[in-house]
């Protein structure tokens, strides 16, 4: 079907150098446009945080940390201050993966962050990151990486999105993190770009014994094309890792994701959810389990909402176990809402639209993904904008 297929990128057409932004001393002192995009992501630089990270086009304008323990440096600082970060820097990403990460490895490194949490260290309010893209036609290529000591625990939130007015622009972006023995890293990404943006990241985290990594992923704006596939290796005992993902694909938007989970000790245990809604665009739901010690545990959930005409959600979802006794299970559904459940809630009191609205935040769920409160809001506010277009 012509539909699945992932729509090409021409990386000429991209610039990937260019005049770099001013620096931002103090984020507070952005103007109401600026930090309202940015909340729409869930960065917030006017609330606490532990840490904040801000790259906009081809140049990061503002780095720094808020508590003793995380340590918030631009990728290219890491790289000089450690000797080029061996054991990390293209350490869980091949970089002849494919052509775009062959290309990540070619063109200019625009930034990323370099991310560490000491050991023992528990961070209770998040760090944020944002990778912004504010010009035309701008490729912007950074690298990213994430270290989590042992017995550290942080959540992150990163943000990626196009300013208002910007009608094409390429991402593209490795990330790599590593969770030692013990550690935690909740990863809570949210995608908010143009129309006519394509979008692909690579990702590989690898977590040691009894670590826990576990990612929230949302996108519920318009996007010409994502391509992306983060994979999880567990390759120490007792080792935990969790996808959920929320998509909204409105019609234009080809959405190409899912996530791998590579169970690789003993006690390691996988659980992949996803939960997309089509409202004309295209989604491939993909998902992954691969069972390769015992005894481990793996659980795949994908299902999918096709509202209105024209959307298709195309969902592939496998397990692979390579040794006998190796768990792993999964359940796919792609439909409608039922009648009868519009039906149950407007003899409640409900209307109609407000009987699908709710329904359609049931089926999104995103309360189980311990959000912050103004991501959240955030998130009502979009499904409620859907439905104000009645794009339901």
Not at 165 to 180: D, N, P, R
Not at 305 to 323: F, K, N
């Amino acid at each position: 079907m012509p539909e699945l297929k992932t729509p090409q990128v021409d990386l000429n057409a991209f610039l990937f150098q260019g005049k770099n932004p001013s620096t931002v001393d103090d984020p507070k002192s952005l103007d109401a446009t600026e930090k309202h995009e940015l909340r729409m992501v869930g960065v917030d630089v006017d609330s606490p945080r532990a840490g904040t990270f801000l790259q906009f086009d081809h140049a990061p304008v503002h780095c720094s940390s808020a508590r003793p323990g995380v340590e918030v440096l631009p990728i290219q600082k890491a790289l000089d201050r450690y000797n080029g970060l061996p054991e990390y820097f293209w350490r869980a990403v091949d970089p002849d993966k494919d052509d775009f990460t062959r290309a990540a490895r070619q063109e200019p490194l625009h930034g990323g962050y370099f991310i560490r949490v000491q050991p023992g260290v528990h961070v209770e309010e998040p760090v944020q990151t944002c990778l912004f893209i504010k010009g035309d036609a701008v490729g912007q290529n950074v690298h990213n990486i994430v270290v989590v000591e042992e017995g550290a625990e942080v959540h992150i939130i990163t943000g990626c999105a196009t300013s208002h007015g910007v009608s094409s622009a390429l991402h593209l972006g490795i990330s790599e993190f590593y969770i030692k023995r013990g550690g935690k890293l909740t990863f809570t990404m949210v995608h908010n770009w143009g129309k006519e943006v394509a979008v692909r990241p690579r990702t590989v985290g690898i977590v040691e014994e009894d670590g826990v990594f576990l990612s929230n992923y949302v996108l519920l704006k318009e996007v010409r094309s994502v391509q992306s596939y983060p994979t999880i290796h567990l390759n120490g005992p007792g080792a935990v890792a969790r996808f959920n993902s929320v998509i909204v694909a409105p019609s234009g938007s080809h959405v190409d994701t899912g996530n791998r989970i590579v169970l690789n000790a003993p006690g390691t245990r996988g659980e992949i959810v996803s939960r997309t809604i089509t409202t004309g665009g295209t989604i491939i739901a993909r998902g992954e389990i691969i069972g390769n010690a015992v005894p481990a545990r793996g659980h795949l959930e994908c299902k999918g909402l096709i509202l209105g005409s024209g959307g298709i959600i195309h969902a592939i979802p496998e397990l692979r176990g390579t040794r006998a006794g190796v768990e792993l299970s999964h359940e796919a559904a792609v439909g409608k809402i039922a009648q009868e459940e519009i039906e149950y809630l407007m003899a409640r009191g409900l209307d109609e639209d407000e009987a699908t609205a709710t329904i359609v935040r049931g089926f999104l769920n995103v309360e189980i993904m311990g959000l912050p409160q103004e991501l959240r809001e955030s998130i009502d506010a979009t499904i409620a904008e859907l439905d104000a277009h009645d794009a339901m």
